[in-house]
């Protein structure tokens, strides 16, 4: 048994060194059963495009609204590269507004319809309805863009208070981000 948990705990340890060293491949294509109803496409659109998003999250330190002397990190922006799944970067997400642009100068915003929970330790999955492209390419026709299989991107766990209000902190993270036209 103890050798199975030594070889457990290797294996475990291999894998976090690998994933370290940059984005993970992207998993079988996407499954729309697997995820949360709220955040599940509606009927009528089909996958037009998977990538990965590697990148930063910046937060900031800001005083919580109507809550005299109390504190919390405020998710400001996301700094990220858009991969296919050979790898190959396609595009780029930052924002705010939030903004997914393609290579061919193409790019979307979006508005949130709904969330739900990700793993401990990562940022929700989410749906966005996007808004009408910019420019003439890839994003053309997108209806909605899932974030899932997150990992990381949560609040810094560092203190935030009166004595660092403005600080702010960047964490790492990854996601993959479907995107959806019309059928």
Not at 86 to 91: A, E, F, H, I
Not at 156 to 163: K, V
């Amino acid at each position: 048994m103890k050798n199975l948990t030594l070889a457990a705990c290797a294996a475990a340890a291999a894998l976090l060194s690998a994933c370290a060293g940059g984005p993970m491949a992207m998993s079988q294509p996407f499954d729309q059963g697997m995820l949360p109803a709220a955040v599940q496409v509606p009927t009528g659109h089909k996958v037009a495009m998977e990538t990965v998003g590697a990148g930063d999250i910046t937060y900031e330190c800001r005083a919580k609204a109507g809550m005299a002397g109390q504190h919390e990190w405020v998710f400001v922006g996301p700094d990220a590269r858009l991969m296919d799944r050979s790898g190959k970067m396609v595009g780029k997400y930052y924002g705010p507004p939030a903004t997914w642009e393609n290579l061919d100068g193409s790019k979307v915003t979006a508005t949130q319809v709904a969330v739900a929970p990700a793993a401990a330790g990562s940022i929700p999955l989410q749906l966005v309805k996007a808004n009408p492209a910019m420019g003439s390419g890839a994003m053309t026709g997108t209806s909605y863009i899932q974030r899932v299989a997150t990992r990381g991107g949560v609040a810094p766990a560092s203190a935030c208070g009166a004595a660092n209000l403005g600080a702010k902190e960047v964490v790492k993270y990854q996601a993959d981000y479907i995107f959806y036209k019309p059928v």
